[in-house]
């Protein structure tokens, strides 16, 4: 089809590009791995720079959209460099004897702190067999008779003796309700001599000071006993301990053991007697003795790599548990647990930013922990005063750590805006690109993702013609021809519901008994597009309920003939993750002889109009002023309203068209109606690229479908977006066939060509615009509507 608008119309080769599928690898079989970091060479780049540098602050920010496989990347990345790097220490917490409250931290080799707690358990155990077995031995009882009898016999003595020199004069000995000894007469009709009495009493004052005495002796002979046991029990199991951990680890190790050994001989009663507020127990070991592995690695597994998808306070900086007992909260070191950044320290922590965000004070406790190089458990309750319960103050510990952030784009720009020490903290930023220039190399980086997603799924082998398919998609994706999409997540999606696609064609050709030549021995590019057509049918809800409306009339929309100030305008519709494009009418009003030259923006006037339309509002004015002012006073007013539009509307992507309706009324020219259109604008009347202009076309396309396509009807759009056209089968062979066109403009000018099918701004030698031009015909109603204000 040839005619004046050929020029500007597409033909059907520019509307799609497709994968030459021959230049592809048969199958899936023969795929070659994906390289893991191509096309992300920048993030890995500033991800590496921040490993290798050791200095504060150089933590990173991943930014990127959500689904790109970031942490998927950053792991494999870093567990490359981690397992060449040393494995960090085991973390203990055990009880300060000296200090309960203040519980001690201890390091030891990677693995080892499992067995330290092992061995000072199965040493518990032992002790305790033993300590037991003595205190219950014939031995044992004989030499504790042996101290008592000898202290009872010299108490005797010492009381019977004063108590002979009582009697003789007329007084006795006896113990008062108190378990004090008081002189009592033996008859009380003879007199007692009060000289005699006091001498007594001074007597027993004595004597009550020396059995005092002898009472401490005999506690001093016991505990001497009990110690001597003691260190004939515990040094032959202690020196193992000693020997194997002494001097050779944590010093504080060494502090442990003694202070652990002195803590038994102290407090050996309680143990033998089974006192229970001192033999509270974990795991069948009193708490005070009680090992508490924090942090366990494997030896010689590297630095640790950790993603705490849950960054509460607690989760990531650790946390003291409590009980309840007989109406009391306790705790004690064996309630300590670690938090992500003490599993972290030595390696590699990885968080989501808006999750650590979400949680109140774990920000905050990250910044404190990354900026002091200094770990402190602390009770989060203890802090906001929720309770007033005793905390505990474990040891701090030394943080070495590489912190890394996954997050979108606007969440990073927040934080360096609205938190001053982020910057300090956090000074690489990684970006991850979301497409891919779309070449060879690239698309068989593609289809190596494919690989290694069918392997890990164990799905069905897909063959070149599915590769060629979905790398289509991917441009779709992109919306860009020249662009491959990088969402891991929707590529996923895309691949597995491919496969159930093949097993339902399967599973339906069997249950059938069709011939076996029917039955695909690959996922192939129908497998693709049927999983494409479930997605979409999926997805459509609200643009079904859309489209009914148009179906039944209830949104007007004209998709032949041709109306002054009416014109097809195109919008996209966002809801959720469905998208999709709709027709929208424009009109425009002029009231002349009322006004400079306003345009009454109905939109933002009732605040449905956002910040970028408001600035296409004022672009278009701009460029109407420069047009026309020269040549008469702009004796008008007018309004421009999207029509049956109740939805917040913004971007300026429709200022092509708003300006091709207002000067279609301003001339009082019709716009073909067969037409639609789509673009921005700027001062000069050059069109500019828009966004979704895949989406506005398709949804245009259908309206037309639906109402019977006449050979006249097509979308004009901006020259500079036919790079991103990835146009549906259906409407690249319908413009094949001349049932629907596409046009590229490059100004409002040649739009207007297109959508009046008239001369537009050609000018006489001097320089007045030809009569039978657009703009000539503006001018002349522009001098009327002057001249007929002039006769008033």
């Known amino acids: 089809m040839t005619d004046q608008f050929t020029p500007y119309r597409l033909p059907h080769t520019a509307l799609k590009r497709y994968t030459d599928t021959h230049a592809l690898p048969p199958d899936s079989t023969h795929a070659s791995p994906a390289l893991h970091d191509f096309g992300q060479r920048r993030a890995v780049n500033a991800i590496q720079t921040a490993l290798d540098i050791k200095a504060n602050g150089y933590h990173v920010f991943a930014v990127g959209e959500n689904g790109l496989g970031k942490r998927t990347l950053i792991t494999r990345l870093l567990a490359e460099r981690a397992k060449h790097e040393p494995t960090p220490p085991d973390l203990v917490y055990v009880h300060n004897f000296d200090a309960p409250r203040h519980p001690v931290a201890l390091t030891l080799p990677s693995g080892q702190g499992a067995i330290f707690a092992k061995d000072m358990h ?357 919306d860009d021809k020249d662009k491959l999409d990088l969402h891991s997540d929707r590529l996923l999606q895309l691949v597995v519901e491919s496969a159930r696609q093949f097993y339902l064609n399967n599973s339906h050709e069997n249950d059938n008994k069709n011939n076996d030549k029917n039955i695909a021995k690959t996922v192939n590019k129908t497998h693709v597009q049927n999983a494409l057509d479930e997605i979409k049918e999926r997805k459509g809800y609200l643009k079904e309920l859309y489209w009914q409306e148009i179906q039944n009339g209830q949104q007007l929309i004209n998709t032949t003939g041709k109306v002054v100030g009416q014109i097809n305008a195109l919008t996209v519709i966002v809801y959720a993750d469905s998208e999709f494009g709709l027709p929208a009418r424009l009109t425009a009003l002029i009231a002349p002889k009322f006004g400079t030259g306003e345009i009454l923006d109905i939109e933002r006037d009732v605040e449905l109009g956002g910040s970028l339309h408001a600035k296409g509002m004022l672009i278009m004015t701009s460029f109407l002023r420069s047009l026309f002012s020269q040549f008469a006073e702009l004796n008008f007013s007018a309004s421009l309203a999207f029509e049956q539009s109740y939805a917040h509307i913004d971007g300026d992507s429709a200022t092509l068209a708003e300006c091709a309706v207002l000067l279609s009324a301003l001339a009082n020219v019709p716009i073909n109606q067969s037409l639609a259109i789509t673009g921005s604008m700027n001062q000069l009347g050059d069109a500019q690229a828009i966004g979704g202009v895949n989406e506005k076309i398709i949804g245009f396309f259908d309206a037309c479908a639906e109402r019977g396509l006449n050979g006249e009807q097509g979308v004009i759009i901006p020259k500079t977006n036919i790079g991103q056209l990835m146009l549906p089968d259906n409407i690249v062979e319908a413009v094949e066939r001349g049932e629907f066109h596409i046009y590229a403009v490059s100004s409002i000018y040649e739009a207007l060509f297109i959508l009046t099918d008239m001369p537009i701004h050609d000018k006489n030698k001097k320089g007045d615009y030809k009569k039978d031009t657009l703009f000539g015909k503006i001018v002349r109603r522009l001098i009327q509507w002057e001249d007929d204000e002039k006769e008033k």
Not at 290 to 311: L, R
């Open 122 to 478: 199965k040493l518990w155990h032992d002790l305790y067999k033993k300590i037991i077995a003595k205190f219950n031995s014939i031995s044992y009882q004989n030499s504790i008779t042996t101290i008592k009898q000898s202290a009872q016999k010299q108490e005797r003595n010492l009381l019977d003796e004063i108590n002979a020199t009582a009697k003789s004069h007329n007084l006795t000995l006896l113990h008062s309700a108190d378990q004090k000894a008081v002189f009592t007469p033996i008859d009380d009709k003879k007199p007692i001599n009060n000289t005699t009495l006091d001498k007594l009493q001074k007597k027993l004052t004595k004597i009550n000071i020396e059995l005092d005495n002898l009472d401490d002796e005999v506690n001093q002979k016991i505990d001497e006993l009990h110690e001597t046991l003691l260190i004939k029990i515990i040094t032959p199991l202690f020196n193992p301990i000693l020997k194997k951990y002494d001097n050779k680890h944590d010093k504080k190790i060494s502090q442990y053991l003694t202070d652990y050994q002195k803590d038994i001989i102290e407090n050996i009663l309680f143990i033998v007697e089974h006192d229970e507020d001192f033999m509270v127990k974990t795991a069948n070991i009193p708490n005070r003795y009680y090992v508490n592995v924090a942090v366990s690695h494997t030896p010689n597994s590297g630095s640790p790599i950790v993603f705490e998808d849950m960054p509460t306070h607690p989760n990531l900086l650790g946390h003291i548990e409590y009980i309840t007992q007989l109406g009391t909260i306790l705790t004690d070191a064996s309630m300590i647990r670690a938090g992500a950044l003490h599993k972290a320290n030595g390696g590699y922590l990885l968080l989501e930013a808006s999750s650590l965000l979400e949680h109140p004070y774990a920000w905050q406790g990250l910044k404190r922990a990354l900026q002091s190089k200094s770990l402190s458990i602390s009770s989060l309750e203890q802090m906001l005063t929720l309770t007033g319960s005793v905390s505990l103050s474990p040891d701090s510990t030394p943080l070495s750590v590489k912190v890394i952030l996954l997050g979108e784009p606007d969440l990073y720009y927040e934080l360096l805006e609205f938190e001053p020490e982020f910057n300090n903290l956090f000074k690489i930023r990684a970006d991850f690109n979301d497409a891919l220039p779309r070449n060879h190399d690239s698309e068989l980086f593609i289809i190596g993702k494919i690989a290694n997603m069918i392997k890990k799924q164990a799905l069905p082998t897909f063959d070149n013609t599915a590769f060629g398919a979905i790398l289509d998609e991917l441009s779709v994706y992109a």
